[in-house]
């Protein structure tokens, strides 16, 4: 990835879900420009490089509230749960 990533990028991805703010997988993917597959590889590749507690995974009801309040069509359609990435 060549390009710069703006703060107003990063700012816009991010939700707030278990009262904290966060910025879900497929959303790391795309500011890195890779696949959300890549970004759960290097998770679960490297799990001394992320401190406990700092990833968590979505149950269904967060997952649809997500899909209802903010239009994720990647999101919709995805039979996996995704991931949150706390800030």
């Not at 500011?31 to 406990?52: C, H, Q, S, W």
């Not at 990833?55 to 999101?75: G, M, T, Y």
């Given at each position: 990835?060549?390009?710069?990533?703006?703060?107003?990028?990063?700012?816009?991805?991010?939700?707030?879900?278990?009262?904290?703010?966060v910025?879900?997988?497929?959303?790391?993917a795309?500011?890195?420009?890779?696949?959300?597959?890549?970004?759960?590889?290097?998770?679960?590749?490297?799990?001394?490089?992320?401190p406990?507690?700092?990833?968590?995974?979505?149950?269904?009801?967060?997952?649809?509230?997500?899909?209802?309040?903010?239009?994720?069509?990647?999101?919709?359609?995805?039979?996996?749960?995704?991931?949150?990435?706390k800030?």
């Amino acid at each position: 990835m060549n390009e710069v990533v703006k703060f107003n990028q990063v700012e816009a991805k991010v939700l707030n879900l278990r009262n904290q703010s966060v910025i879900l997988d497929s959303d790391v993917a795309t500011l890195y420009g890779v696949e959300t597959m890549r970004i759960n590889e290097a998770v679960k590749n490297n799990p001394d490089k992320f401190p406990e507690g700092y990833i968590f995974e979505l149950v269904k009801a967060e997952k649809e509230r997500v899909i209802e309040n903010f239009d994720n069509p990647k999101l919709k359609f995805s039979p996996a749960m995704p991931k949150a990435f706390k800030e």
